[in-house]
């Protein structure tokens, strides 16, 4: 079984929420996305959502971006990104691996997609195409990468029906109006589209964007089946990349896990 | 040539292959809205009538389609004629459409305008519309253009809009549509996004290229006027493409008329430093739309070099990618020392100072003339003027203003 779906469901069976971590692949450097992917895990983080650096990530605030720039000063390629996940692999083979990134990247690297050598990557979440579609409908196909969806705060009722159905990993409801890393996280709103989206989906919903504290991963897994933390780990992974001291990113993390626990 | 060739692009946005909707989730209701206003709208007789009378009143069109009798001469073949888009209020074509789509912003109520500028030449033309019907506004420029542009930076400002300059990426236009589209997104409930060229998702491509092709439409009437035939060619510069798109598209029926599209090439397309992704791109996503971009070998967009801020883009309008593979359009590149010299050599022959894009389409008539006759009638869509490039320019010419 896909090793998402496994996660997912092992984790409600155990009436628990997921704690999923975004980093960006190559951010300092390959060889330290992977020291810091086993961390996440060893903190606590039930999947990991490897960002795939793009030249145009037009959903990402300044955080992000900046971290896709330095990946991609550094070469990183999708082809490097299989490559390191296939390194992850010799040492955690049960942790969920998510790619999330931009639409050209998939396409036009086709291949490494529908060939996933050894199945080391479990899911794909393409952040610049409408929710009902996926990558298949760009001619991009494997039966063993499932596909994310993201469903949005402005998201009409009739579509979130469709993208609900769509998604067969998890459904992505993003919490705001803006890019990763913006502030303004409406929970009214959050817990009524999450209402909604969860009367349609077959697959849990969990919350990204804007997600920075303990205290806002508690508030928003109360309306959600888990959290997703991109930025505040990006900004802590910037600052701590000329020293490699990456601790606070173990302490961010195990409370976060106690937060939502 | 498909049959449906007039009806493009079809429901999901899409010209042949090319097109569609590629953007976050959160924007994909504000493209719906949009669409479904525009489709009410754009048949709607108040409407128009609004839009021509604004085009007529306070834009100054019809245009003129000038004889440009000493590069005529110059040149010893064909009749040149230029369609006079630098007369248009504020300097350009871009006017066209900003005209029209803040009329669409009216419409949805929305009290907060945002745009993307190259050369500042939509910039401006965003400002203008936006201050006349008193809407907040915001430009976005990347700052490499916010230095070579200063002009019509301070004069954007003057016309009350903000200027936000665009550290990231490149610098350079691509980078402005990547931060007014993150805009739009934390924005979303009460602003308009006046996309300024043919391309970014459906519908703006369509509406872009329906607001401006007022300057083909006009193009027809005055070609029979004028010379009494259909012109032999049409000759535009295209960075993402509008103006090429206004001048073409009511054309696209006559094949008579060659429609001829010319690229920034940089510093030669052989050398791989150019925008011309028409000449030297394959298919990718940016912006929302599949087109032939610039792209490096794993994917990733890859920078651009022109002399022209307003051409330096690494993608193209959807329209032109279609127009391209079907063979109805022709796309060449010309340089920036070939675009230089037209630059002067208009300046001086015809008293016009074109600006930098639309000199790349004159630099072409280097090559063109050469295969028509004396009987032919040649149509240059003078986009825009000049004057925001006196300081690139003398810069070059190591001329201190």
Not at chain 1, 249 to 257: A, L, Q, V
Not at chain 2, 63 to 73: G, N
Request: net charge negative; with cysteine.
């Amino acid at each position: 079984m896909n090793r998402l779906t496994n996660t997912l469901e092992n984790l409600k069976n155990k009436s628990k929420k997921a704690l999923v971590a975004y980093l960006v692949a190559g951010d300092p450097d390959i060889e330290t996305t992977l020291e810091l992917m086993m961390m996440l895990v060893d903190s606590g983080v039930d999947i990991i959502e490897i960002g795939v650096p793009f030249t145009d990530p037009i959903a990402e605030g300044p955080i992000i971006q900046k971290a896709h720039d330095r990946a991609l000063k550094n070469n990183v390629t999708l082809k490097s990104i299989f490559e390191m996940a296939q390194k992850y692999r010799e040492n955690d083979n049960k942790t969920p691996l998510v790619l999330m990134g931009y639409l050209n990247t998939f396409i036009f690297n086709k291949t490494l997609i529908e060939d996933n050598k050894n199945n080391v990557i479990d899911s794909v979440l393409v952040v610049d195409i409408p929710g009902e579609l996926n990558l298949k409908d760009y001619g991009v196909y494997n039966p063993n990468i499932n596909t994310i969806s993201l469903i949005s705060p402005t998201t009409k009722k009739d579509r979130i029906k469709s993208i609900a159905k769509n998604s067969s990993g998890f459904v992505y409801y993003v919490t705001l109006r803006g890019v990763t890393g913006a502030s303004n996280l409406d929970v009214n709103e959050i817990s009524n589209n999450v209402e909604e989206i969860k009367k349609h989906a077959s697959v849990p919903t969990l919350a990204g964007f804007g997600i920075k504290s303990p205290e806002d991963a508690k508030l928003l897994s109360q309306h959600s089946d888990g959290v997703i933390i991109g930025s505040s780990i990006v900004q802590m992974i910037e600052e701590g990349s000329q020293s490699k001291e990456f601790d606070r990113i173990r302490t961010y993390i195990t409370d976060i896990k106690k937060a939502i626990s | 040539m498909k049959s449906d060739k007039n009806n493009l692009p079809d429901k999901n946005g899409f010209f042949g292959e090319y097109g569609g909707k590629f953007v976050p989730e959160t924007l994909m209701y504000a493209l719906e809205e949009l669409e479904t206003t525009y489709e009410k709208l754009k048949n709607n007789n108040e409407f128009k009538k609004q839009f021509y009378k604004d085009l007529s009143e306070f834009v100054g069109r019809p245009s003129p389609l000038y004889f440009a009798e000493r590069l005529t001469k110059h040149y010893g073949t064909g009749s040149i004629w230029l369609k006079r888009e630098d007369l248009n209020h504020t300097g350009a074509h871009k006017i066209n459409n900003t005209i029209g789509q803040i009329l669409l912003a009216k419409y949805m109520g929305k009290k907060r305008i945002i745009a993307e500028t190259g050369a500042g030449q939509h910039g401006v033309a965003t400002a203008t519309v936006a201050a006349r019907l008193g809407l907040e506004c915001h430009i976005y420029m990347g700052s490499e253009d916010v230095q070579r542009q200063s002009l019509n930076v301070y004069r954007i400002k003057l016309l009350g809009a903000q200027v936000h300059s665009v550290d990231s990426g490149s610098a350079t236009l691509k980078d402005a549509l990547n931060e007014a589209l993150r805009d739009w997104v934390t924005n979303v409930d009460d602003t308009y996004y006046i996309i300024g060229s043919v391309t970014g998702p459906h519908p703006y491509p369509m509406i872009v290229r329906d607001f401006n092709s007022v300057v083909g439409e006009e193009l027809i009437s005055q070609s029979k006027e004028l010379f009494n035939s259909m012109p032999d060619a049409i000759v535009a510069c295209v960075g993402g493409g509008s103006n090429a798109m206004g001048a073409f598209y009511p054309f696209i029926k006559f094949n008579e008329t060659r429609l001829i599209g010319v690229e920034a090439g940089g510093e030669g397309v052989e050398t791989g430093e150019h925008a011309a992704p028409l000449n030297d791109g394959t298919p990718g996503v940016l912006h929302g739309a599949l087109s032939y971009l610039m792209q490096d070998d794993s994917g990733q967009v890859k920078g651009t070099k022109s002399v022209s801020a307003g051409l330096d883009y690494p993608g193209v309008g959807p329209e032109h990618s279609w127009l391209k593979d079907s063979g109805r359009a022709e796309y060449v590149a010309v340089s920036d020392d070939a675009a230089l010299k037209a630059f002067h050599e208009v300046s001086e022959l015809e008293g016009i100072i074109p600006a930098l894009e639309t000199a790349h389409a004159f630099a072409y008539l280097d090559t063109l003339m050469k295969e028509f006759d004396k009987n032919s009638n040649i149509i240059v869509n003078v986009s825009g003027r000049g004057d925001k490039d006196i300081n690139t320019v003398a810069n070059i010419d190591g001329i201190k203003i």
